[in-house]
């Protein structure tokens, strides 16, 4: 992740007023800001999951949390990466 907003930051920096000038370059950004914020509650949901459960992993609460915040993180990267191909061919 780190390496991805460096990259991301040093590409902006080269061409800044074309990508600030794309409606793209914000929805990106939102959902890079997304993705760090659902990150940050599916890592802390984690840490209070018991360790052993015996109700079926989909009917318990917790566990049914995590993997809503699971399934939100994968469609943010994907919905990131494509937000961020569609940068390269508009600016
Ligand atoms: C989770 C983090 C990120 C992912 C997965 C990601 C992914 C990508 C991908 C797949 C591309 C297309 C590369 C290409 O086709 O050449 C791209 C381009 C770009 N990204 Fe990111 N990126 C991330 C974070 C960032 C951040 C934080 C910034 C800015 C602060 C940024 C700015 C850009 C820009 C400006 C482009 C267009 C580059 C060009 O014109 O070729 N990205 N990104």
């Known amino acids: 992740m780190a390496v991805l907003f460096a ?3 040093l590409i902006t920096a080269a061409e800044f ?3 600030v000038e794309t409606p793209v370059f914000w929805i990106k950004l939102a959902l890079v800001g ?3 914020v659902n990150g ?3 890592t802390r949901k984690e840490e209070i999951l018991p ?3 015996e109700a079926p992993l989909k009917n318990n609460g917790e566990w049914a949390r995590v993997r809503r915040h699971a399934l939100f993180s994968v469609t943010l990267w994907i919905a990131t990466a494509a937000a961020g191909i569609v940068l390269s ?3």
């Open 89 to 91: 061919y508009l600016a």
């Open 51 to 53: 360790e052993r459960t």
């Open 40 to 42: 940050a509650l599916l």
């Open 17 to 19: 007023e074309e990508f």
């Open 34 to 36: 997304l993705l760090v």
């Open 7 to 9: 990259t991301g930051i």
